[in-house]
Nanobody
Framework: QVQLVESGGGLVQAGGSLRLSCAASGRTFSSYAMGWFRQAPGKEREFVAVISWSGGSTYYADSVKGRFTISRDNAKNMVYLQMNSLKPEDTAVYYC???????????????WGQGTQVTVSS
């Protein structure tokens, strides 16, 4: 069982940066791949980034590649999403999720946080 709590969202101007954090509880955190997903108003939830259990592999959606960086600290049970060069179209609720498999597929993820709102103004 893994419980996830996101933080770090807020309002930022286009071109700005935010760092999202996801705190995980559970002794098996380091055995899970961790993903970030987002959901904009009126749209389906979509994949943003995923990191392997060791942190050695990452994968990004094309829409955020080169602007966002996912990282993790297994000693602290934390996952991060550094978001730079933010655009208004990045506005969404951002969720972290955990799954045993390294996957960009939303429906494979077993555990989800409650989400944190990111709003990018133009």
């Amino acid at each position: 069982q893994v419980q996830l709590v996101e933080s770090g969202g807020g309002l930022v101007q286009a071109g700005g940066s935010l760092r999202l954090s996801c705190a995980a509880s559970g002794r098996t955190f380091s055995s899970y791949a961790m993903g970030w997903f987002r959901q904009a108003p009126g749209k389906e939830r979509e994949f943003v980034a995923v990191i392997s259990w060791s942190g050695g592999s990452t994968y990004y959606a094309d829409s955020v590649k080169g602007r966002f960086t996912i990282s993790r600290d297994n000693a602290k049970n934390m996952v991060y999403l550094q978001m730079n060069s933010l655009k208004p179209e990045d506005t969404a609720v951002y969720y972290c999720a955990a799954d045993p498999n390294f996957s960009p597929t939303l429906y494979e993820y077993h555990y989800w946080g409650q989400g944190t709102q990111v709003t990018v103004s133009s």
